[in-house]
């Protein structure tokens, strides 16, 4: 456990009910000289995107003229607010290459170019999602936003290995069959040193490392405890790993690409380790891997 962890921790022994709260800004509106056709016409999509999604419109968007309401609500601005209240990510993307992934409406694809990346990749597999954020980028006139259909597995076809300052990965971790695959895949996408960005439903525990399966409950394949987050994020090759929960069952974590150029990561049993003991004793112990209460034991 890191220190900060640790700080963490004990905050939240001694304030059990509270949790951190920040709303970030909004800076974005349409421009104010755009003639009423333009505005008619953006609020038209947007509202026939509402209709035709198979989720419905995702995040809800000011832009300006007209609110559009989204199921997601704010959910999205006050993860931004608490990035930016712990210092997690710049404040300016100045010149960066980011990734917006599993972006849905794309409120953190619009904010991240408004922040001043050169380029923000919005990724989705479903099309209706993804023209959602074409709609953000058409009204808010954003430079740099490249729309992408894709699915988390086959990233790196689509976007050069290596090429990333940082990816937020907001909503979508326990979506994924395969957990680690996915991370593999932010990390694959990132320059080394570079950051990624998770936000995530878990249940909040930092010692014992497991994922309740989610029953494909609401899209969700896993429930990971913050140490499985950590535990997941040191395995396929990040360093630094922390996780805050900022709600009973939402996290929000943050890792830095270790700067090795390979990890030894196979889907399977075939690891190319030099002793079959693994290079690391670890524990199976169930104080540690079941999410049951010791003394139950
Ligand atoms: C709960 S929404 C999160 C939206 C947004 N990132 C946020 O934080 O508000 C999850 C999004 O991830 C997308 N998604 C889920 N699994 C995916 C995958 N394997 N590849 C690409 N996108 C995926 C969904 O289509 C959806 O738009």
């Not at 210092?87 to 991240?112: E, I, K, Y």
């Not at 196979?266 to 003394?295: C, H, I, Q, Y």
Request: charged share 25%.
């Amino acid at each position: 456990m890191t220190i900060s962890e640790l700080c963490w921790e004990v905050r939240r022994k001694i304030l059990p009910r509270s949790y951190p709260r920040a709303m970030g800004e909004w800076p974005l509106r349409m421009d104010p000289a755009a003639p009423p056709e333009r505005v008619a016409e953006i609020r038209a999509r947007a509202a026939d995107l509402a209709g035709r999604s198979q989720y419905g419109w995702g995040q809800t968007v000011d832009f300006g003229p007209f609110v559009q309401e989204g199921f997601l609500g704010h959910g999205y601005l006050e993860i931004v607010g608490l990035l930016d209240r712990w210092g997690w990510w710049p404040r300016s993307l100045a010149g960066q290459a980011v990734a917006d992934v599993g972006c849905f409406t794309g409120g953190h694809t619009a904010l991240m170019a408004h922040r001043g990346a050169r380029r923000v990749w919005a990724v989705d597999e479903l099309p209706e999602h993804l023209e959602q954020a074409r709609v953000l980028r058409d009204a808010f006139g954003l430079a740099g936003v490249e729309l992408l259909q894709s699915s988390v597995y086959e990233l790196d076809t689509a976007i050069a290995p290596a090429s990333l300052d940082m990816v937020v990965l907001s909503g979508v971790l326990y979506h994924l069959s395969d957990m680690l695959v996915g991370l593999l895949m932010m990390r694959r996408l990132l320059k080394p040193g570079g950051l990624l960005l998770i936000e995530s439903n878990g249940v909040e525990d930092s010692r014992r490392s497991f994922a309740n399966f989610g029953r494909y409950w609401g899209g969700m394949w896993w429930q990971p405890s913050g140490l499985c987050i950590r535990d997941m994020c040191a395995f396929m090759g990040f360093e630094a790993a922390e996780v805050r929960f900022y709600k009973p069952d939402r996290c929000l974590a943050r890792a830095v690409h270790d700067g090795r150029a390979e990890i030894p990561f196979k889907r399977g049993m075939n690891w190319d380790f030099a002793s079959l003991a693994d290079a690391e004793r670890r524990t199976m112990d169930r104080r540690v891997m079941a999410p049951v209460r010791p003394r139950l034991w």
